[in-house]
């Protein structure tokens, strides 16, 4: 804990953290930020990760990073390590990365490939769906294998975005249908034939609630995202309020355009405040793709994609991640909290197969203006988090026209936060 956290430790337990958590944002008026301690109070955290991350879908990678059998990663969701895998009949299994035996972590890799999932520990060996195999020859003669498999979570995969629930139950809600409409929007990009050619991770020093309320609105864009907005056009979607008629006919042309090639654009949203939304939003005039100039990252273009200006696809999941798919590559980011003020935001690149490093695409090329953008929201957030850290912060109006999409987040945060203290 940090000094800022112990000065404001007002709760003995995290029952009391969640009583007082619920106070707050039943009282919360309505379109401010949230008081300080929903920010930084580490019991808060405790709940934010009990009642959020622990109970509702999260999305962790892409099927593409696990093509083959036997290809696995893993993530770590607060203090609970997890393991995506995908088996033999090519599904993509998610297990608690830790072993029935002691509890020792299984995989000890962020990623690899393995015959058999084999804990270091006293080698137990499980197959590529949990199963225990082998538990060597010492343990007592009733002792039965069939009890002691790997716990598996909730995963779900669709258009290929994988998520896991590690909750007792999965939430449904509108959850199924977003999978539906998701696979139906991924389909041109063929994400099976596409491989990860850059990742980076970020650390930053702000709540996670602050990173994703940040990305939610474009307000500090023009001050901040010069490299941005070289190709980004600010508005969200063709509903946005600021959206200017040349805009829209912009848009219009481009989607006349995306029509003729059966790519799906219109905007389509779940819940009733946009906790999964997906849009195809165009990108500046002349431009492609969002590299420093606006042209091509790569030779070629994903799964059936003809037209090179197919603007952004933006696709977001509350409560950790926001993509961007364009015609050559797509990006992916997730979020995962770390502790009240640390957060870990991870960014993969994606392109073609077939395309060659080097030859087809350049990875510096490829990264630059996320990179950037990402450096640039880092500091943002920090600041951010400093100035709520202060006796001075109280709680201020967004504006409704800029950030309406914080408002959304802040209402699915809120609602599902007391939906599940209830
Ligand atoms: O994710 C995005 O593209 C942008 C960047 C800043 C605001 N957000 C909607
Ligand atoms: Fe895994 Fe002992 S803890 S084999
Ligand atoms: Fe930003």
Redesign the pocket.
């Known amino acids: 804990m940090n000094q800022h956290d112990l000065l404001n430790v007002r709760h003995t337990s995290v029952d009391e953290a969640k009583a007082a958590m619920a106070d707050l944002l039943e009282k919360r008026p309505s379109n401010h930020s949230l008081d300080a301690p929903l920010y930084n109070d580490p019991h808060m955290f405790r709940a934010d990760m009990e009642e959020i991350f622990q109970k509702e879908w999260l999305f962790v990678g892409m099927t593409s990073e696990i093509p083959k059998k036997g290809d696995y990663f893993t993530v770590e969701v607060g203090q609970n390590p997890v393991l995506v895998v995908r088996d033999g009949e090519g599904n993509v299994n998610a297990f608690h990365n830790t072993c029935s035996h002691r509890g020792s972590l299984i995989c000890t890799e962020h990623r690899g490939k393995v015959a058999n999932l084999v804990c270091p520990y006293h080698q137990w060996t499980y197959d590529l769906k949990g199963n225990l195999l082998f538990a060597g020859t010492e343990m007592n003669k009733d002792f039965d294998k069939a009890q002691h498999g790997m716990k598996p979570t909730f995963c779900k995969t669709a258009g290929g975005f994988i998520f896991v629930c590690l909750g007792k139950k999965a939430p449904n809600d509108e959850f199924d249908e977003f999978l539906e409409t998701l696979k139906h929007y991924m389909e041109p990009y063929d994400v099976e034939n596409t491989k990860l050619a850059v990742e980076s991770t970020m650390y930053e020093r702000a709540n996670w609630k602050l990173v994703l309320e ?5 307000y ?2 023009s001050a901040s ?1 010069p490299e ?1 907005l070289n190709t ?1 056009l ?1 508005w ?1 979607d063709t509903e946005d309020p600021r959206a200017p008629q040349d805009f829209l006919d912009h848009y219009a042309e481009q989607a006349a355009k995306w029509d003729a090639e059966g790519i799906p654009h219109k905007l389509a949203s779940f819940g009733s405040v946009q906790r999964n939304r997906i849009v195809r939003m165009p990108l500046k005039k002349g431009t492609k793709v969002m590299t420093i100039d606006g042209d091509k990252a790569s030779n070629k273009n994903l799964g059936r994609i003809k037209n090179a200006e197919l603007g ?1 696809m ?1 696709i977001l999941h509350l409560p950790n991640s ?1 993509n ?1 798919m364009q015609s050559d590559h797509f990006i992916v ?1 997730r979020v995962l909290p770390v502790s009240a003020q640390e957060t870990i935001v991870t960014t993969k690149w994606f392109v073609h197969k077939d395309a060659v490093e080097g030859v087809d695409y350049d990875p510096e090329n490829l990264r630059k203006v996320w990179d950037a ?1 990402n450096e640039q ?1 880092k500091v943002l957030g920090e600041r951010n988090q400093l100035g709520i850290n202060s006796i001075g912060y109280r709680p201020g109006p967004y504006s409704e026209t800029f950030e309406f ?1 914080v408002i959304n987040f802040l209402n699915w945060y809120s609602d599902t936060m007391l939906k599940h203290l209830k």
Not at 214 to 218: A, G, L, S, V
């Open positions: 940040n990305n939610r609105e474009c500090h864009c995202h941005l980004l600010e969200d952004s933006r926001w961007h980011f953008t929201d999409g």
